[in-house]
Structure formats: C-alpha cells, structure tokens
C-alpha cells in the first residue's frame, strides 16, 4: 500500500512539475492545466487526448462512486449508526432505500450546481474523511495498540500530525464560498447520526 501510495505521489508530483515548466505563469489562469500543456507540446491532438482521458477517468469514478456509495449508506445503517432503514434490501440483497436515496440526492446537486461547485463539495468532504481518519489514529495509536519504543511512537503521531497539518494548510487556501459549499452538505449529515443514536440511547433504556 506504501509503494502505491508513494508511486501515485510522484505521478501527480512529476505531472504538476511539468505543467507548471510548460504553462509558467499561464498555470493560473488555465481551467484544464494538463491538456493546455499537452496542447503546447503535441498541438490540438495532444488536448483532446487527454481531455478524453479525462472523460473516461471520471466516467470510471462515476461508475464505481454509484456502487460504493449506497453500499456505504447501507453498512452504517447495518452498524446502526444511521436509521436501520437506509440498510433495508430487496429479494437480489441490493440496498434499494440507498440506492433510491443516493439517485434523489445525485439528481438534486446535479441540477442545482455546477461542475465547480460539485468539485468543490467532493474534494472538502474527502479532506474532512482524511483529516478524521489522521485523528483516529492517533487516538486509536494510544487507547489500542501496545505500547512500543519511544521512536515508534513518535512516528505514529508525527505521520498523521503531519499529515494533519497538510490537510488544514489546503483548506486555508480554499474560500469561504468553496468552504461553504465543501461543508454545508457535510452538516447535513449530522443531525441523522445525533438522532439515530438518541434513538440506540432510549432502545437501550427501554
């Protein structure tokens, strides 16, 4: 997982370098950096090559998001950290109420925003996932796992601080407007979970 992870990095690494060495200050203003710099370099063909690459990456994302997503909603429903009837199945085990749920919500931002401020939202949200997921693990470095030598446990929090710091350091560049976007559907997330476990709180009880 490290080699991937390191491999990716150095793609997107050397693909900014190049971008940024090809287009200079031009970088900035451009709305598509890769394929204007395929353009300078190839010419017209090279701009629509990477544009239709472009297509088909999203169009894979696309396609393995609208199966992952309801899936997604149906195991929280299952850990009954949501209402147990977004995890409600058909005769075939597919979660028709997320997936139903996922189609409604989908059609919706489809309609009411543009490809920036879609963009916008998905990257924030996958920022908010990493920066939780940096927290639990320190957290979860301290409270579950065995107690190794000093220099063990300090890269155990020095990776995610660091990473942490990353993250925090990339939504400061973002905008209000874009913060506003990225995390007001996040917000809305949060009254099922605090309701749902109010819910677990009086069945417990009772």
């Not at 409600?88 to 996922?102: D, L, S």
């Not at 913060?179 to 709180?201: A, D, N, V």
Request: charged residues 10%; positive net charge.
């Amino acid at each position: 997982i490290m080699l991937v992870i390191f491999f990716c990095s150095l793609l997107y690494f050397f693909i900014q370098l190049i971008a940024t060495g090809i287009l200079g200050p031009a970088l900035s203003q451009s709305a598509t950096p890769v394929a204007d710099a395929a353009e300078k370099l190839f010419g017209s063909i090279g701009k629509w090559f990477v544009s239709i690459a472009m297509l088909i990456s999203i169009g894979g994302l696309s396609v393995a998001a609208s199966f992952v997503t309801p899936r997604s909603l149906a195991a929280l429903a299952d850990d009954r950290m949501i209402s147990p009837h977004f995890g409600a199945k058909g005769r075939f085990g597919t979660p028709f109420f997320a997936i139903a749920i996922t189609v409604v919500l989908t059609a919706t931002l489809s309609l009411v925003g543009n490809f920036a401020q879609l963009a916008t939202i998905s990257v924030i949200a996958r920022f908010v996932q990493y920066i939780a997921t940096c927290l639990a693990v320190i957290v979860f470095q301290k409270t579950h796992l065995p107690k190794k030598n000093l220099q063990q446990r300090a890269w155990r929090i020095f990776i995610p601080l660091f990473a942490l710091s990353g993250l925090l350091w990339l939504l400061t560049q973002a905008t209000s407007s874009q913060l506003y976007w990225g995390l007001g559907f996040l917000c809305l997330g949060i009254p099922l979970y605090f309701l749902q476990k109010r819910h677990r709180l009086q069945t417990l009880t009772y």
